[in-house]
């Protein structure tokens, strides 16, 4: 286990940790859940940066980062859906992808072809963190900043919350689009023994 793949592995409990404090209502809980989500994101650029510049480059880190990367993210989404953040069709829509994406990974894996990311997918990870950023930003500005400073931030938080909003309908898209990409072009590995 190298430095790469620990730090892309830490992502899972981080994901339960800030989604623990998403449900907090102590003063600091927002402000620490958006700092830790900050956190693993940067960690998610750390450890593929790390792993190129030593060499350390894996069937399982590409694996397992591709695979954290969609646990982190859609566990904080599930949480947005019962908090009524953002409705539950998108993220649905965001769990098919996944799975199905997924799923065609493994069926390309057992045939011995590796389905590396694609620069549709990492726009799509990287518009989905984006999104989620902005999300969790409300709440710590709402909350936490508005009470350290005894200010109303309402119109602004107001106005984050529909950018963050709207960057997540454009994380759909962009998962729904990047799905059809890998479909298209691994369609042959993937079908090529149905009848």
Sequence with gaps: MNLPNIITL??????????????????????????????????????????????????????????????FVVGI??????????????VLIVLCREFLISGMRMMAAAKGVVVAAERGGKTKTLTQLIAVGFL?????????????????????SQVIHHVGLWLFILGVYFTVRSGWDYLSKYRGVVFEDVG
Aim: charged letters at 15%; aromatic letters at 20%; a negative charge.
């Design 136 to 156: 969790l930003f409300v709440p710590m500005l709402q909350g936490d900043i508005a009470q350290w400073v005894a200010f109303d931030f309402s119109p602004y």
């Design 77 to 90: 989404m599930i949480a947005f859906v019962d908090k009524d953040i953002v409705p539950i069709y998108f």
């Design 10 to 71: 830490s992502r899972i409990p981080l994901m339960f940790v800030v989604v623990w404090l998403m449900y907090q209502q102590w003063t600091g809980a927002a402000t620490l859940a958006f700092w830790l989500f900050i956190a693993a994101a940067i960690g998610d650029w750390l450890d593929g940066y790390i792993a190129r510049k030593r060499n350390l480059i894996s069937i399982f880190g590409k694996f397992m980062d591709a695979l954290t990367d969609k646990i």
